[in-house]
């Protein structure tokens, strides 16, 4: 579920979700509205543990998630060896 969704079902301003999770809410618009920008693994985890699981890393683009092995996969292009 992405984040601006959950935040509508649970009606909780972006604002006091940011709060929450230790991050200003300049911090959370980013990732709400600016393509591309997302939050750290650390985020990632706070978000998850404050939603209760219903929203997950995948959930964001990939591109906001470096660390992810899509985005890895992706960025390394063919050079990507099966074992």
């Known amino acids: 579920m992405r984040l601006s969704a959950y935040l509508a079902m649970v009606r909780e301003r972006p604002s006091t979700f940011a709060r929450r999770i230790g991050v200003s809410p300049a911090t959370l618009s980013g990732w ?6 997302g939050p750290s693994r650390r985020n990632l985890l706070r978000i998850e543990q404050a939603t209760r699981g219903r929203v997950r ?3 964001f683009e990939p591109e906001a998630v470096p660390e992810s092995a899509e985005a890895s996969a992706t960025a390394i292009g063919d050079d990507v060896l099966d074992y």
């Open 57 to 59: 890393a995948r959930d």
């Open 32 to 37: 709400l509205h600016v393509p591309g920008r």
